[in-house]
Nanobody, 124 residues
């Protein structure tokens, strides 16, 4: 099973930027989706962004967040700009072990591997 570890969370002011990094214990083929989800207190885990050969974003982060993969194919990044208080959450990295559709990539149940999460807190 692939192990995922997230880095880069922290406490930032509204309007600031932050970059999250997720490192996998093994190379993950570009054919398999990697994604970021987040969970705020008292809320369900929600989709943020996913990447395979294409990228997908939640409407709430489009234009502000960018997902990308490292050249080694074991790393995925989430570049976040213009952060808002409502972006405060624990951010989780996830990866799939098989080929899934773009529609499936938006759902937590499509992913087999999860990191432990990293806290992002935005204050104003």
């Amino acid at each position: 099973q692939v192990q995922l570890v997230e880095y880069g969370g922290g406490l930032v002011q509204a309007g600031d930027s932050l970059r999250l990094r997720c490192v996998a214990s093994a190379r993950i083929s570009t054919n398999f989706y990697m994604a970021w989800f987040r969970q705020a207190p008292g809320k369900e885990r929600e989709f943020v962004a996913a990447i395979s050969w294409s990228t997908h974003y939640a409407d709430s982060v489009k234009g502000r967040f960018t997902i990308s993969r490292g050249n080694a194919e074991s790393t995925v990044y989430l570049e976040m700009i213009s952060l808002r208080r409502e972006d405060t959450a624990v951010y989780y990295c996830a990866s799939a072990d098989s080929i899934i559709t773009a529609a499936q990539a938006l759902k937590t149940e499509a992913y087999n591997n999860w990191g432990q999460g990293t806290q992002v807190t935005v204050y104003s």
